[in-house]
């Protein structure tokens, strides 16, 4: 069975609470995109935005993700993790 959705780690939920006020936090979250050119062809982008028609969210303890139609072709199945060091 496919997987399906995009999970978080608990740091990645930490990150996105700080980042998001909390009188905001049921209309924001973290957009993740998936857009053309970087050294594959493929990079990230990553921005505070509101949901959209066609998007999907994705929520853990408050924390959301919303991730477009195409982006989540690429996404579907993947976990987003934080790390606040040198080599992530």
Do not use: W
């Not at 939920?13 to 009188?23: F, G, R």
């Not at 594959?40 to 949901?51: A, C, E, H, N, R």
Request: aromatic share 6%; hydrophobic share 35%; charged share 30%.
């Amino acid at each position: 069975m496919a997987a399906t959705g995009i999970t978080m780690t608990d740091a990645a939920v930490q990150k996105i609470l700080s980042l998001v006020p909390e009188d905001q936090r049921a209309e924001r979250g973290l957009r993740v995109k998936v857009v053309g050119g970087g050294c594959s062809g493929l990079s990230y982008k990553m921005d505070l935005d509101q949901k959209r028609d066609g998007d999907r969210v994705f929520e853990r303890d408050g924390a959301r993700i919303i991730v477009d139609r195409k982006s989540y072709l690429y996404l579907n199945g993947t976990e987003l993790d934080y790390a606040d060091d040198l080599m992530h």
